[in-house]
């Protein structure tokens, strides 16, 4: 599970690069800020770093530009395509969220961006499950992501977005699962996590979260 969008972004592949740096009005406030957001959670990382979801690459780049050692993860085989050319020596490995190859040496952190909405709350706790036991103590999660405060701002969110007619961006919003921080802080802190959340634009909340103990 949490594969099931995958079709969409093998379509996406080709154009991503316009629709983050904000031609496509609906998605502009969205990706508002991308750059930074992408450069935050790069920064926050540390020495050896899964990554998931990691798209044509371009939270890669920051985090190869800062000396990190990264593994890549990512489900598209048209978005795998597109990173291997950038980076011809990256570890790059077809997998998900959920499953992904075992890696040799221990990781210091876990980042993400624009993806962990793929997965139900439900598969989010037992990924984060997953990755306390990866972890060592004071080992990080970064992820970026959208996110509502609460279920009132998620119908006031979806209620402005009909307003302004993105028929692309409501659908979206209704169909994958985005979360509120309530639910992520819940998860969070059941699964061993001290997390602490910073809002990065309209929609997108950078969540970074510490080991502090043992599940
Ligand atoms: C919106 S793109 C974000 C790409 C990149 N991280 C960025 O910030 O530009 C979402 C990415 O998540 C990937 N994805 C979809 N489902 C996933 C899953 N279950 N596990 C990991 N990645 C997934 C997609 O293939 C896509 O590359």
Not at 37 to 60: Q, R
Not at 77 to 92: A, G, N, P, S
Not at 160 to 183: C, H, M, P, S, W
């Amino acid at each position: 599970m949490g594969r099931e969008f995958i079709p969409l972004f093998d379509d996406w592949a080709e154009f991503y690069e316009n629709t983050v740096s904000g031609l496509d009005i609906e998605y502009r406030e969205v990706f508002e800020n991308y750059d930074k957001i992408l450069e935050t959670v790069a920064i926050k990382s540390n020495n050896t770093v899964l990554e998931f979801g990691v798209g044509t690459g371009n939270l890669t780049e920051k985090l190869i530009s800062l000396g990190r050692v990264v593994y890549g993860v990512e489900p598209s085989k048209v978005m795998r395509e597109k990173t291997k050319e950038r980076f011809k020596d990256l570890h790059l490995y077809d997998g998900d969220f959920l499953n992904f190859p075992e890696l040799r040496g221990k990781v210091d952190s876990i980042v993400s961006t624009y993806a962990f909405h793929h997965l139900t709350d439900e598969e989010k706790d037992t990924a984060l499950k997953l990755y306390s036991t990866l972890l060592g103590d004071q080992g990080k999660i970064v992820f970026a992501d959208t996110a509502f405060v609460n279920e009132e701002h998620r119908e006031e969110q979806h209620r402005i977005v009909k307003e302004q007619g993105y028929e692309n961006l409501f659908a979206d919003l209704k169909r994958e699962y985005y979360t509120t921080l309530e639910i992520l802080e819940r998860l969070f802190e059941k699964n061993g996590f001290q997390v602490s959340f910073e809002k990065m634009n309209s929609y997108v909340w950078l969540m970074e979260a510490v080991r502090v103990s043992k599940i």
